[in-house]
């Protein structure tokens, strides 16, 4: 903001610091009272000075230097300069804009500046004029004519040179106007030293050059940032709105537009300004429409749009001296309406406090102050005017503030977004990368359970396979026996045996297909431990109690042997154990022992405890169940716990299915355990089973053991 007020003050003085020399330097009152007396006055030191009067007029007289040669022609009317001719009146009437005059004024200057070049600034005169200086046709604008057929318009600012006479000397100007609602030297003629007119000229054709050309470029700017952003609009408006202004920018002011085109008619040349303008005022509510279309009202400015547009067309169709008669309804009707509009839409902006809507107030506000200036100043309520492109060029700065503010920030949110974005992108990564992590465990866990499921398959169908024959042959015979006592082919009184096998053979395959599942069941870990913490010796005391009674009735002693364990008093041996499965490993050593020792025979429990190796290995004790019967041969000890192993020989005299012992390894083994067996053939077997134990003080579930029997109810389950 403080840019755009900087630039646009430093344009304002530049442009009218010549003005302000000619404002301050005071004119002598004449010393007759038809000439302007610059006797006093120094070109070199006072700078410029107006040509304000008196002047002589001449209605409707086009007179040159010869028809003064005899004194005045004419009774004059005494004018001031600048002035409409309208202002001007004749016997009370006030005078037409429309006519043909000759201004004619005399200056006394001094010796020492006559002699010396000396400049005259001729402004627009409306709309045509000839000058002579001291009897010398000097130039002019236009030709200058009678009626409206005869003349030809021609208005823009120019300079002369001329070198002056000590003492009197003489302007005359021939003005002509048929083509607009001005008439007359409506603008200020100045006079002074040579260059300094000049460079007057050329600052003023400066400023009003670099403010065409900045327009011009920021025209350039905005159509570009719109054919490369076609969905934002306002931006192609606020490039029509500079093109618009830039146009009229070279046309007012120096109207350097002429020199650059010198073809160019007058003509034209004000249809263009006309144009300029009902573009800016149009392009401008279009772009506020496209800034803040929430605030907008569409319906008020396609009527807007109407109106122009239709006095546009009335423009191009009609000459510039009936439109231009056109201009105070424009302004009222037209143009302060739009611009009540624009500052309707920005003010609903403001409070809303939309995106740059105060800069563009206070903008806008600088701009219609301008305007206001511009009105009192063709009204004659202030001495200069030609602020409202200044004005414009203000609220263009404002505007392309707010434009260079939305860019930014929508660089430095597209900057913020795309460094979210990228850490977006590396979290999904990272959670990408953790899914795939998760899926690819998922699948490991997959084909291990897969290969788990096909290894259960395997050992079913292997087992089932394995025992099909065992399953077979008591069914074929009981099939047999059956059949034998149905169809009497056997003596009745053979009857009752012949059931009696058939019922030994089918207790044999329910114990077989027990095994069977046991086993299964175990292999696949489909069997569920319970484990507890349990005293092991009083356990085995009190199984091998109970089991004694079994052997003896085979004519078996069963001895349990009281370990002397190097434990300190107070100590205990736990084991961690399911009571039930372990019992049954137990049962089956037993059993074995009892099948495989002939009578008289005996078998003796006996436990060893061997204290922890190493941090690495605890406690453990071995259970020994060993029998003094036949032995197993050496060539069977590897096998002897595989399923459906039986020592060669030994099987046709024993009834037993060869699961026994490869249940044993399977239970034993999840028990953290290990089975394993010497034996001497003849002499005797001896199965041991190694355990890990834990020290510790004994409790009183040790003596519930000794005197009770364990329940089974132990809280401290695995
Ligand atoms: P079975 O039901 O045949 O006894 P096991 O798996 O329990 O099946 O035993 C496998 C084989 O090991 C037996 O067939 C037997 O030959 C041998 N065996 C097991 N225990 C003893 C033992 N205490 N003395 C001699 N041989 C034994």
């Known amino acids: 903001m403080k840019f755009a007020v900087s630039v646009f003050l430093m344009l304002f003085i530049w442009c009218h610091a010549p003005l302000s020399v000619t404002a301050t330097v005071a004119v002598d009152t004449p010393s007759s009272p038809d000439a302007q007396n610059l006797q006093q006055w120094h070109p070199g030191k006072d700078g410029i000075v107006a040509l304000s009067g008196p002047w002589e007029f001449y209605w409707n007289r086009l007179l040159e230097p010869g028809d003064f040669a005899g004194g005045m022609p004419d009774q004059p009317l005494t004018v001031s300069v600048p002035a409409e001719w309208k202002s001007y009146t004749i016997d009370g009437q006030a005078l037409s804009n429309e006519g043909y005059a000759t201004y004619r004024m005399k200056f006394v200057i001094s010796g020492e500046t006559g002699g010396r070049p000396l400049g005259l600034y001729v402004p627009n005169v409306a709309s045509a004029y000839r000058l002579w200086i001291n009897g010398e046709h000097l130039g002019g604008n236009g ?31 021939q003005v002509s106007n048929f083509a607009q609602r001005t008439g007359g030297i409506w603008e200020t003629v100045e006079l002074g030293d040579a260059d300094k007119i000049a460079s007057l000229h050329r600052n003023r054709v400066l400023v009003w050059a670099f403010l065409t050309g900045c327009l011009l470029v920021m025209a350039v700017f905005s159509v570009f940032l719109y054919l490369f952003r076609k969905q934002d609009r306002s931006a192609l408006w606020f490039g029509v709105i500079c093109l618009a202004i830039c146009t009229r920018s070279s046309l007012l002011g120096e109207s350097f537009v002429y020199v650059l085109f010198p073809g160019l008619s007058w003509e034209w040349g004000v249809k263009l300004e006309y144009f300029s303008e009902i573009a800016t005022i ?3 509510a279009a772009f506020v429409n496209k800034q803040y279309p929430q605030e907008a009202t569409v319906r008020l400015f396609r009527f807007f749009a109407a109106a122009l547009a239709g006095f546009g067309l009335f423009v191009l169709v009609a000459p510039a001296r009936v439109y231009t008669h056109f201009m105070l309804p424009y302004v009222i009707v037209l143009l302060l309406p739009v611009f009540l509009y624009v500052m309707y839409v920005y003010i609903r902006a403001a409070l809303r406090h939309r995106t740059g809507s105060r800069t563009n107030v206070i903008g806008f506000l600088g701009f219609f102050a301008t305007v206001i200036h511009e009105m009192m100043y063709y009204t004659g309520l202030v001495p200069f005017g030609g602020l409202v492109s200044f004005g414009l060029l203000f609220f263009l700065l404002t505007q392309l503030l707010n434009l260079s503010l939305l860019f930014t920030r929508a660089i430095a949110r597209s900057e913020l977004l795309s460094v979210e974005l990228s850490k977006v992108i590396e979290s999904q990564e990272e959670t990408i990368r953790q899914r795939t992590s998760d899926l690819q465990s998922l699948n490991v866990q997959l084909e291990q359970g897969n290969r788990e499921l096909s290894r259960i398959e395997n050992v079913r169908s292997a087992l089932l396979a394995e025992v099909y024959h065992d399953l077979s042959t008591p069914i074929t015979a009981m099939k047999g026996f059956s059949k034998a006592i149905h169809t009497a082919v056997i003596p009745q009184e053979e009857a009752p045996a012949y059931a009696g096998r058939i019922y030994e053979r089918s207790l044999m395959l329910e114990k077989l ?14 069997i569920q431990f319970q484990f507890v913490e349990v005293p092991l010796l009083p356990l085995l005391r009190q199984w091998s109690d109970g089991y004694a009674a079994e052997a003896s009735a085979q004519g078996v002693g069963l001895i349990w042997e009281e370990p002397d364990l190097p434990l300190p008093p107070g100590q205990e041996l736990l084991a961690v154990l399911d009571p039930f499965r372990f019992e049954r490993v137990f049962a089956n050593l037993i059993s074995n022992a009892v099948k495989y020792t002939p009578g008289d025979g005996r078998i003796r429990v006996w436990t060893e405890f061997a204290p922890a190796a190493d941090p690495d290995h605890g406690p453990v004790v071995v259970i020994h169940v060993a029998d003094s019967g036949i032995g197993i041969p050496e060539e069977a000890l590897p096998h002897i716990f595989k399923r459906r192993y039986r020592v060669p020989g030994i099987h046709q005299t024993k009834a037993g299915s060869g699961l026994g012992l490869a249940i044993c390894k399977e239970i034993v083994a999840r028990h953290q355990g290990e089975i394993g067996v010497k034996s001497i053939i003849g002499e005797g077997s001896d199965f041991y089973i190694t355990l890990p134990v834990i020290v510790c003080a004994s409790k009183a579930g040790a003596e519930a053991y000794a005197e009770g029997g364990y329940d089974g109810n132990d809280d401290s389950a695995d």
């Open 143 to 173: 030709t200058v004519g009678t009626d409206s057929a005869s003349m030809i318009p021609r208005s823009h600012p120019k300079v002369y040179s001329f070198v002056p006479r000590p003492g009197d000397n003489e302007l005359i100007i």
């Open 513 to 526: 297909i027990d095994n069977v599942l046991e086993l299964s069941q175990l292999n696949t870990g489909e």
């Open 282 to 284: 149009l392009s401008l």
